[in-house]
Nanobody, 124 residues
Framework: QVHLVESGGDLVQPGGSLRLSCAVSGFTLDTYAIGWFRQAPGKEREGISCISKSPGKTTYSDSVNGRFTISRDNINNRVYLQMSSLKPEDTAVYYC?????????????????WGQGTQVTVSS
């Protein structure tokens, strides 16, 4: 059974950094594409980063490109999202998602498996 659990969300000041973790089980990590999404109150869910199945091509949305980095630890079955230079507009619930397609894409509707989300708040 596929299972994803996000962790690492917190309250952080503008300009700060945070690392989110997505622990996965039920499948071999490098055979699935993993995406990171976020949803702020009153807004649609936004795809911000993804990593394809092996060899692990990465993609970023314009809103986070250059500030966020996605990575994968196949031994510990975790995908990380390192976030830096955080802004108040990054405040949202962050989700990881998985699907078996070979490419990397940021459309939420294409992903079958989802975690429960972790809250990130950027505020002084």
């Amino acid at each position: 059974q596929v299972h994803l659990v996000e962790s690492g969300g917190d309250l952080v000041q503008p300009g700060g950094s945070l690392r989110l973790s997505c622990a996965v089980s039920g499948f071999t990590l490098d055979t699935y594409a993993i995406g990171w999404f976020r949803q702020a109150p009153g807004k649609e869910r936004e795809g911000i980063s993804c990593i394809s199945k092996s060899p692990g091509k990465t993609t970023y949305s314009d809103s986070v490109n250059g500030r966020f980095t996605i990575s994968r630890d196949n031994i510990n079955n975790r995908v990380y999202l390192q976030m830096s230079s955080l802004k108040p507009e990054d405040t949202a619930v962050y989700y990881c998602a998985a699907d078996g397609f070979p490419y990397c894409q940021l459309l939420a509707g294409e992903y079958e498996y989802w975690g429960q989300g972790t809250q990130v708040t950027v505020s002084s």
